[in-house]
Protein backbone atom coordinates (compact mmCIF):
# COMPACT_ATOMS: atom_id res chain seq x y z
CA UNK A 1 0.00 0.00 0.00
CA UNK A 2 1.29 3.29 -0.66
CA UNK A 3 2.52 5.81 1.70
CA UNK A 4 0.84 9.03 -0.55
CA UNK A 5 -2.70 10.02 -0.58
CA UNK A 6 -3.90 12.31 -3.48
CA UNK A 7 -5.65 14.93 -3.44
CA UNK A 8 -8.44 17.28 -5.54
CA UNK A 9 -7.77 20.94 -4.56
CA UNK A 10 -11.70 21.18 -4.22
CA UNK A 11 -10.97 18.35 -1.39
CA UNK A 12 -8.08 20.02 0.00
CA UNK A 13 -10.69 22.92 0.81
CA UNK A 14 -13.22 21.03 1.58
CA UNK A 15 -11.17 18.66 3.90
CA UNK A 16 -9.98 21.74 5.91
CA UNK A 17 -13.23 23.74 6.06
CA UNK A 18 -14.44 20.47 7.43
CA UNK A 19 -11.63 19.96 10.08
CA UNK A 20 -12.03 23.50 11.53
CA UNK A 21 -15.39 23.48 11.60
CA UNK A 22 -15.19 20.16 13.30
CA UNK A 23 -13.49 21.71 15.56
CA UNK A 24 -14.77 24.46 16.65
CA UNK A 25 -14.28 27.33 14.23
CA UNK A 26 -17.14 29.47 12.45
CA UNK A 27 -17.93 29.03 8.76
CA UNK A 28 -16.01 32.58 7.96
CA UNK A 29 -13.16 32.00 9.80
CA UNK A 30 -12.95 27.80 8.33
CA UNK A 31 -13.14 29.18 5.03
CA UNK A 32 -10.39 32.03 5.20
CA UNK A 33 -8.11 29.26 6.48
CA UNK A 34 -9.23 26.84 4.03
CA UNK A 35 -8.87 29.63 0.96
CA UNK A 36 -5.05 30.12 2.80
CA UNK A 37 -4.12 26.11 3.15
CA UNK A 38 -5.47 25.78 -0.61
CA UNK A 39 -3.08 28.51 -1.95
CA UNK A 40 -0.34 27.06 -0.03
CA UNK A 41 -0.82 23.44 -1.17
CA UNK A 42 -1.78 24.52 -4.86
CA UNK A 43 1.53 25.96 -4.98
CA UNK A 44 3.24 23.43 -3.43
CA UNK A 45 4.07 25.19 -0.82
CA UNK A 46 3.93 22.64 1.58
CA UNK A 47 4.96 24.00 5.26
CA UNK A 48 2.27 25.98 4.75
CA UNK A 49 -0.68 23.81 3.83
CA UNK A 50 -2.47 20.72 5.23
CA UNK A 51 0.47 20.23 7.91
CA UNK A 52 -0.25 23.35 9.67
CA UNK A 53 -4.08 22.29 10.45
CA UNK A 54 -2.91 20.83 14.15
CA UNK A 55 -1.27 24.29 14.78
CA UNK A 56 -4.74 26.31 13.83
CA UNK A 57 -6.51 23.36 16.10
CA UNK A 58 -4.06 23.34 19.45
CA UNK A 59 -4.61 27.15 19.10
CA UNK A 60 -7.58 27.08 19.43
CA UNK A 61 -7.98 24.13 22.46
CA UNK A 62 -5.17 26.00 24.09
CA UNK A 63 -7.23 29.02 24.46
CA UNK A 64 -4.68 31.31 22.94
CA UNK A 65 -6.46 32.07 19.71
CA UNK A 66 -10.64 32.44 19.17
CA UNK A 67 -12.35 30.69 16.04
CA UNK A 68 -15.51 32.61 16.12
CA UNK A 69 -14.31 36.47 17.00
CA UNK A 70 -15.13 38.95 14.31
CA UNK A 71 -12.09 41.08 13.42
CA UNK A 72 -12.82 45.16 13.78
CA UNK A 73 -10.98 47.43 10.85
CA UNK A 74 -10.73 50.95 11.49
CA UNK A 75 -8.80 53.65 10.10
CA UNK A 76 -5.79 55.05 12.23
CA UNK A 77 -4.73 57.87 9.69
CA UNK A 78 -5.59 59.22 5.93
CA UNK A 79 -3.35 56.27 4.86
CA UNK A 80 -3.31 53.76 7.47
CA UNK A 81 -5.67 51.16 8.09
CA UNK A 82 -5.91 49.20 11.53
CA UNK A 83 -7.78 45.55 11.79
CA UNK A 84 -7.99 44.01 15.65
CA UNK A 85 -8.00 40.39 14.52
CA UNK A 86 -9.08 39.81 18.62
CA UNK A 87 -6.76 37.11 19.26
CA UNK A 88 -7.90 35.06 15.99
CA UNK A 89 -6.05 33.52 13.57
CA UNK A 90 -5.34 36.29 10.83
CA UNK A 91 -6.68 34.54 7.68
CA UNK A 92 -9.81 36.31 8.27
CA UNK A 93 -7.94 39.85 9.19
CA UNK A 94 -6.12 39.48 6.23
CA UNK A 95 -8.89 38.80 3.93
CA UNK A 96 -10.84 41.66 5.27
CA UNK A 97 -8.76 44.39 5.38
CA UNK A 98 -6.94 43.90 1.68
CA UNK A 99 -9.52 45.27 -0.33
CA UNK A 100 -9.71 48.50 1.97
CA UNK A 101 -5.88 48.65 1.33
CA UNK A 102 -5.62 48.69 -2.06
CA UNK A 103 -8.93 51.31 -2.69
CA UNK A 104 -6.88 53.49 -0.47
CA UNK A 105 -3.46 52.92 -1.52
CA UNK A 106 -5.04 54.13 -4.94
CA UNK A 107 -6.68 57.41 -3.58
CA UNK A 108 -3.44 58.19 -1.41
CA UNK A 109 -0.64 56.74 -3.42
CA UNK A 110 0.94 54.68 -0.63
CA UNK A 111 -1.50 53.34 2.41
CA UNK A 112 -0.56 50.48 5.43
CA UNK A 113 -2.91 47.96 6.86
CA UNK A 114 -1.72 47.22 10.66
CA UNK A 115 -2.92 44.06 11.92
CA UNK A 116 -2.74 43.42 15.59
CA UNK A 117 -3.81 41.01 17.87
CA UNK A 118 -3.49 38.02 15.48
CA UNK A 119 -1.95 34.61 15.58
CA UNK A 120 0.07 33.39 12.30
CA UNK A 121 0.88 30.12 10.84
CA UNK A 122 0.53 31.64 7.19
CA UNK A 123 2.72 32.55 4.46
CA UNK A 124 2.94 35.91 3.19
CA UNK A 125 3.10 35.87 -0.70
CA UNK A 126 -0.50 35.22 -1.10
CA UNK A 127 -1.67 39.05 -0.02
CA UNK A 128 1.37 40.27 -1.72
CA UNK A 129 0.14 38.95 -5.03
CA UNK A 130 -3.00 39.73 -4.63
CA UNK A 131 -2.23 43.88 -4.40
CA UNK A 132 0.06 42.97 -7.22
CA UNK A 133 -2.56 41.80 -8.93
CA UNK A 134 -4.31 44.81 -8.75
CA UNK A 135 -1.85 46.80 -9.99
CA UNK A 136 -0.21 47.68 -6.70
CA UNK A 137 3.34 47.17 -5.60
CA UNK A 138 2.89 45.14 -2.44
CA UNK A 139 5.24 44.50 0.76
CA UNK A 140 4.31 42.55 4.33
CA UNK A 141 6.13 41.36 7.09
CA UNK A 142 5.38 39.63 10.34
CA UNK A 143 7.37 38.30 13.39
CA UNK A 144 7.14 34.79 14.97
CA UNK A 145 8.13 33.56 18.49
CA UNK A 146 11.56 33.40 19.40
CA UNK A 147 13.43 30.86 17.30
CA UNK A 148 16.71 32.35 15.65
CA UNK A 149 19.75 33.78 17.33
CA UNK A 150 21.13 36.82 16.65
CA UNK A 151 24.30 37.12 14.05
CA UNK A 152 27.44 36.14 16.73
CA UNK A 153 24.54 35.10 19.69
CA UNK A 154 23.51 31.38 21.11
CA UNK A 155 20.06 31.83 22.20
CA UNK A 156 17.12 31.85 20.40
CA UNK A 157 15.43 35.69 20.17
CA UNK A 158 14.10 36.58 17.00
CA UNK A 159 11.34 35.07 15.22
CA UNK A 160 11.70 33.91 11.72
CA UNK A 161 10.61 36.95 10.48
CA UNK A 162 9.70 36.84 6.78
CA UNK A 163 8.80 39.37 4.49
CA UNK A 164 7.06 39.63 1.35
CA UNK A 165 6.72 41.64 -1.70
CA UNK A 166 5.32 41.67 -5.01
CA UNK A 167 5.48 43.69 -8.18
CA UNK A 168 2.87 43.87 -11.19
CA UNK A 169 3.30 42.88 -14.50
CA UNK A 170 1.33 42.92 -17.91
CA UNK A 171 -0.55 40.16 -18.65
CA UNK A 172 1.15 38.00 -16.64
CA UNK A 173 1.17 36.74 -13.00
CA UNK A 174 2.91 39.23 -10.93
CA UNK A 175 6.26 38.73 -10.14
CA UNK A 176 6.33 37.88 -6.21
CA UNK A 177 8.80 36.35 -2.99
CA UNK A 178 8.04 35.59 0.46
CA UNK A 179 11.29 34.57 2.45
CA UNK A 180 12.03 34.09 6.32
CA UNK A 181 15.28 36.21 7.09
CA UNK A 182 16.67 32.91 8.72
CA UNK A 183 18.30 30.31 6.67
CA UNK A 184 15.30 28.39 6.66
CA UNK A 185 11.42 28.78 7.28
CA UNK A 186 10.62 26.82 10.48
CA UNK A 187 8.19 24.91 8.94
CA UNK A 188 10.81 23.32 6.94
CA UNK A 189 11.97 22.21 9.94
CA UNK A 190 9.63 20.94 11.09
CA UNK A 191 9.04 18.65 8.13
CA UNK A 192 12.50 17.36 7.72
CA UNK A 193 11.87 16.16 11.40
CA UNK A 194 8.71 14.56 10.38
CA UNK A 195 10.53 12.96 7.01
CA UNK A 196 13.67 12.37 8.55
CA UNK A 197 15.87 14.76 6.55
CA UNK A 198 18.57 16.12 7.83
CA UNK A 199 19.49 20.06 7.61
CA UNK A 200 21.83 21.56 5.47
CA UNK A 201 25.03 23.23 7.13
CA UNK A 202 24.80 26.71 8.74
CA UNK A 203 21.26 26.16 9.42
CA UNK A 204 21.04 25.83 12.79
CA UNK A 205 22.85 25.42 16.33
CA UNK A 206 21.40 22.84 18.96
CA UNK A 207 20.98 23.99 23.31
CA UNK A 208 25.07 23.57 23.23
CA UNK A 209 25.59 26.26 20.81
CA UNK A 210 27.37 24.30 18.54
CA UNK A 211 26.34 23.97 14.66
CA UNK A 212 23.81 20.89 14.10
CA UNK A 213 21.85 19.48 11.13
CA UNK A 214 19.93 17.38 13.67
CA UNK A 215 16.08 19.10 13.22
CA UNK A 216 15.34 17.90 16.71
CA UNK A 217 17.90 19.75 18.13
CA UNK A 218 17.61 22.76 15.78
CA UNK A 219 14.01 22.67 17.50
CA UNK A 220 14.99 22.45 20.88
CA UNK A 221 18.03 25.25 20.04
CA UNK A 222 18.37 27.92 17.58
CA UNK A 223 17.99 28.71 13.96
CA UNK A 224 20.36 31.03 12.62
CA UNK A 225 20.42 33.90 10.46
CA UNK A 226 21.02 33.78 6.73
CA UNK A 227 24.03 35.69 5.43
CA UNK A 228 25.08 36.47 8.93
CA UNK A 229 24.57 39.58 9.99
CA UNK A 230 23.02 40.83 7.40
CA UNK A 231 19.89 38.40 7.86
CA UNK A 232 19.59 39.17 11.36
CA UNK A 233 19.60 43.37 10.53
CA UNK A 234 16.64 42.35 8.57
CA UNK A 235 14.91 40.15 11.51
CA UNK A 236 15.73 43.34 13.58
CA UNK A 237 14.27 45.13 11.48
CA UNK A 238 10.92 43.27 10.82
CA UNK A 239 10.57 42.94 14.57
CA UNK A 240 10.70 46.73 15.06
CA UNK A 241 7.98 47.26 12.34
CA UNK A 242 5.28 44.26 13.41
CA UNK A 243 6.17 45.34 17.27
CA UNK A 244 7.22 48.56 18.59
CA UNK A 245 5.49 50.37 15.48
CA UNK A 246 2.45 48.75 15.33
CA UNK A 247 1.91 48.21 19.38
CA UNK A 248 1.98 45.03 19.54
CA UNK A 249 4.75 41.88 20.66
CA UNK A 250 8.12 41.54 20.24
CA UNK A 251 8.77 37.16 18.68
CA UNK A 252 10.46 36.83 22.76
CA UNK A 253 7.02 38.29 23.72
CA UNK A 254 5.08 36.10 21.87
CA UNK A 255 6.97 33.26 22.96
CA UNK A 256 6.41 34.42 26.63
CA UNK A 257 2.63 34.83 25.53
CA UNK A 258 2.37 31.43 24.56
CA UNK A 259 1.95 29.52 27.27
CA UNK A 260 0.58 25.92 25.63
CA UNK A 261 3.46 25.80 23.23
CA UNK A 262 1.06 26.18 20.15
CA UNK A 263 3.60 26.89 17.79
CA UNK A 264 1.56 29.55 16.67
CA UNK A 265 2.68 33.12 17.32
CA UNK A 266 0.17 36.02 18.15
CA UNK A 267 1.33 39.74 17.27
CA UNK A 268 1.51 42.62 14.89
CA UNK A 269 1.66 42.05 10.89
CA UNK A 270 1.93 45.32 9.04
CA UNK A 271 1.09 45.01 5.19
CA UNK A 272 2.12 48.37 2.92
CA UNK A 273 0.53 49.00 -0.66
CA UNK A 274 2.10 51.44 -3.53
CA UNK A 275 0.25 52.85 -6.44
CA UNK A 276 3.13 53.37 -9.17
CA UNK A 277 1.58 55.17 -11.55
CA UNK A 278 1.26 57.61 -8.26
CA UNK A 279 5.10 57.98 -7.71
CA UNK A 280 6.34 57.93 -11.75
CA UNK A 281 6.64 60.94 -13.09
CA UNK A 282 6.38 60.97 -16.93
CA UNK A 283 2.53 60.92 -16.22
CA UNK A 284 2.59 57.29 -18.28
CA UNK A 285 0.50 54.82 -15.50
CA UNK A 286 2.59 51.74 -17.32
CA UNK A 287 5.72 53.19 -17.53
CA UNK A 288 7.15 50.98 -14.24
CA UNK A 289 5.57 47.93 -15.97
CA UNK A 290 7.78 48.16 -19.00
CA UNK A 291 10.96 49.09 -17.36
CA UNK A 292 10.74 46.76 -14.86
CA UNK A 293 10.28 44.08 -17.74
CA UNK A 294 13.76 45.43 -18.99
CA UNK A 295 15.55 43.67 -15.66
CA UNK A 296 13.52 40.52 -15.93
CA UNK A 297 14.99 40.54 -19.23
CA UNK A 298 18.38 40.77 -18.15
CA UNK A 299 18.15 38.43 -15.51
CA UNK A 300 17.25 35.29 -17.89
CA UNK A 301 19.62 36.43 -20.22
CA UNK A 302 21.92 34.20 -17.86
CA UNK A 303 21.49 30.89 -17.83
CA UNK A 304 20.73 29.00 -14.73
CA UNK A 305 18.70 31.89 -13.49
CA UNK A 306 14.72 32.22 -12.60
CA UNK A 307 12.12 35.06 -11.47
CA UNK A 308 11.11 35.18 -7.82
CA UNK A 309 7.79 33.07 -7.88
CA UNK A 310 8.56 30.75 -11.45
CA UNK A 311 8.42 27.26 -9.53
CA UNK A 312 4.94 28.38 -7.44
CA UNK A 313 3.50 29.37 -10.87
CA UNK A 314 4.21 26.15 -12.79
CA UNK A 315 3.52 24.02 -9.47
CA UNK A 316 -0.11 26.23 -9.97
CA UNK A 317 -0.21 25.22 -13.46
CA UNK A 318 -0.25 21.73 -12.28
CA UNK A 319 -1.80 20.78 -9.71
CA UNK A 320 -5.23 21.71 -10.88
CA UNK A 321 -5.75 18.59 -13.22
CA UNK A 322 -2.92 16.34 -10.76
CA UNK A 323 -3.62 16.97 -7.43
CA UNK A 324 -1.94 17.66 -4.81
CA UNK A 325 -0.02 14.31 -2.69
CA UNK A 326 0.62 14.52 1.04
CA UNK A 327 1.71 11.77 3.23
CA UNK A 328 -0.76 8.81 4.39
CA UNK A 329 -0.04 9.67 8.04
CA UNK A 330 -1.22 13.29 7.16
CA UNK A 331 -4.46 12.29 5.64
CA UNK A 332 -4.99 9.55 8.94
CA UNK A 333 -4.33 12.60 10.97
CA UNK A 334 -6.60 14.88 8.93
CA UNK A 335 -9.74 12.32 8.82
CA UNK A 336 -9.20 12.11 12.87
CA UNK A 337 -9.48 15.79 13.44
CA UNK A 338 -12.64 15.56 10.77
CA UNK A 339 -14.23 13.14 13.12
CA UNK A 340 -13.58 15.76 16.33
CA UNK A 341 -11.25 14.22 17.76
CA UNK A 342 -7.89 16.26 19.01
CA UNK A 343 -4.63 16.53 17.21
CA UNK A 344 -1.70 14.19 18.52
CA UNK A 345 1.10 16.30 20.04
CA UNK A 346 4.80 15.94 19.89
CA UNK A 347 6.72 18.20 22.16
CA UNK A 348 9.95 19.35 21.65
CA UNK A 349 10.35 21.66 24.53
CA UNK A 350 8.24 24.63 23.71
CA UNK A 351 7.98 23.35 20.16
CA UNK A 352 5.88 21.23 18.06
CA UNK A 353 5.71 19.11 15.18
CA UNK A 354 2.39 17.74 14.47
CA UNK A 355 1.01 15.34 11.98
Not at 66 to 80: H, I, R
Amino acid sequence: MTNDVKLTLEEVHATTTEVLKAQGFNAAHANAIANTVTAAERDECRHHGLFRLSFYVNGLHSGMASGNAQPELSQLAPSVLRVDAKYTFSNLSIAMGLEPLAKLAKEQGIAALSINNALSVVALWPEVEQLAEQGLVGFSFVAAAPYVAPAGGSRPLFGTNPMAFAWPRKDRPPLAFDQASSEMARGEVQLRLRDGRLLPEGAAIGPDGQPTRDPAMALVGAQLPFGGAKGSNIALMIELLTGPLLGDLLSFEAGERDTANTGAPCGGQLIIAMDPARFNPTGDPDAHLAHGEKLFEKILEQEGTRLPSDRRYEARGRTPSEGVTIPRSLFESLESLRQGHRPERHDYEGDQVLV
